[in-house]
């Protein structure tokens, strides 16, 4: 077998710096152990503790938002997991979209769904009131004044 | 006759179907994220609006896709973890078919748990 030799390369590797998509597939082994941790628990704590799905209603959320540990945790999950769930989108995106024009079309359509989602959960998050004046009061928390 | 490759990662065995298990599982909850951010972001709506629509997790028929979701989240979790195995750890792609069935085991017993108790909630009175 002979070896071949290019005396001199035509497009010799210039760049330095790793490319973007080496921090893209950095992320996803990142935010996916803290994703396993924060869902993990989430699924537990929603679905296996007490009541499960049966005890999930408007104040099972005000009772948990109330605490700013779960405004964070939730805060988290929520920025992680559209960012993490939108790039892997965007793979099988990239693997399968034949034309350039499709893909872009619908990599730019997964990244404006996940910027909305994104600003409306955070805003739902940090706006959120526990006791809303004018509801009915059976359906708020316990440690509402309206109770 | 083409010879079939033997031991490689990806094409065609353990390796190739968790690819494709991940894909699938992946889609999935992602389709289910966007659906779920918008349904508790009703929680601004009013008390009402967001009771009426998390009413519709408690009914036979999403309680038993929820079910399937678990699984689907639970996959795919560990078996992102089998992946980080595989590219950072020098042993990974040695255990990576061994881990593979470690993830489906986990998975299939966790979620063997928790349907008697789900399904309870959801179809007891």
Redesign the interface.
Same mark, same amino acid.
């Given at each position: 077998m002979m070896s071949v030799t290019i005396e001199t390369p035509n497009r010799p590797r210039t760049r330095k710096q790793a490319n973007w998509e080496k921090y893209g597939w950095l992320f996803m082994r990142v935010s996916g152990p803290l994703l396993i941790v924060l869902i993990f628990t989430h699924l537990v704590v929603n679905l296996v503790l007490g009541d499960g799905i049966k005890a999930i209603d408007f104040a099972f959320v005000a009772g948990k938002w109330a605490d700013p540990f779960w405004q964070v945790w939730d805060l988290a999950m929520l920025w992680l997991a559209l960012i993490h769930g939108t790039n892997g989108m965007r793979t099988i995106v990239n693997d399968y979209a034949g034309q350039v024009k499709v893909r872009r079309a619908l990599t730019t359509t997964l990244w404006a769904v996940c910027a909305l989602l994104i600003l409306l959960g955070t805003l739902v998050i940090f706006t959120f009131d526990p006791c809303p004046a004018g509801a009915s009061a059976e359906l708020l928390a316990s440690f509402c004044p309206a109770q | 006759m083409a010879i079939k490759p033997a031991g490689t990662l990806y094409r065609g065995k353990v390796g190739m179907w968790s690819w494709v298990l991940h894909?699938i599982s992946?889609?999935g909850? +992602?389709f289910f994220?966007?659906v779920h951010?918008?349904d508790?972001?009703l929680?601004?709506v009013?008390?009402?609006a967001?009771?009426i629509v998390?009413e519709s997790?408690?009914t036979p028929v999403v309680?038993l896709a929820?079910l399937g979701l678990?699984g689907a989240?639970l996959f795919h979790?560990?078996n992102?973890?089998r992946?980080?195995a595989i590219? +950072?750890w020098s042993k990974g792609t040695k255990y990576q078919s061994v881990m593979f069935w470690v993830v489906i085991a986990v998975t299939v017993i966790a979620v063997a748990g +928790?349907t008697p108790?789900?399904l309870a909630?959801?179809f007891g009175h």
């Open positions: - | 894909r992946g889609v909850i +992602f994220l966007l951010v918008l508790t972001a929680v601004r009013s008390p009402e967001y009771n998390i997790y408690k309680g929820e678990v989240i979790g560990l992102g973890l992946v980080i590219d +950072f +928790f108790m789900h909630r959801v």
